[in-house]
């Protein structure tokens, strides 16, 4: 897995390539709670490259939303290949994240 992050006008987009799992999701929590310290208040995340992702990876996208809207920010999802969409359908998270198709429509 690999996180990459950009200063965007709009926020930080972060970009995920890889999977989430649960031999690394704590290296991903890691680079999100980096940007709560770096106080960033709208997180736009590419989710193109992400090829799969455990229970442990929704859990830190979860605590990500929560602490999002704890402080009055966003948290934007794009880009979700078909069966990562799948997931977030079944588990019910699609309900709790705003999930957009493209960059664009997330910006």
């Known amino acids: ?60 996208f979860l605590t990500v939303q929560k602490k999002m809207m704890s402080i009055g920010g966003k948290f934007l999802l794009f880009a979700m290949q078909p069966t990562i969409k799948e997931i977030f359908d079944i588990s019910g998270f699609s309900s709790i994240f705003s999930i957009f198709e493209t960059k664009e429509e997330a910006l």
């Open 1 to 60: 897995m690999n996180v990459t992050n950009q200063s965007i006008e709009q926020g930080t987009l972060v970009t995920i390539d890889g999977r989430i799992d649960t031999t690394n999701y704590t290296e991903f929590e890691q680079a999100m709670n980096q940007l709560f310290n770096d106080n960033v208040k709208a997180i736009y995340l590419d989710c193109s490259g992400l090829t799969y992702i455990s229970s442990s990876g929704l859990r830190v």
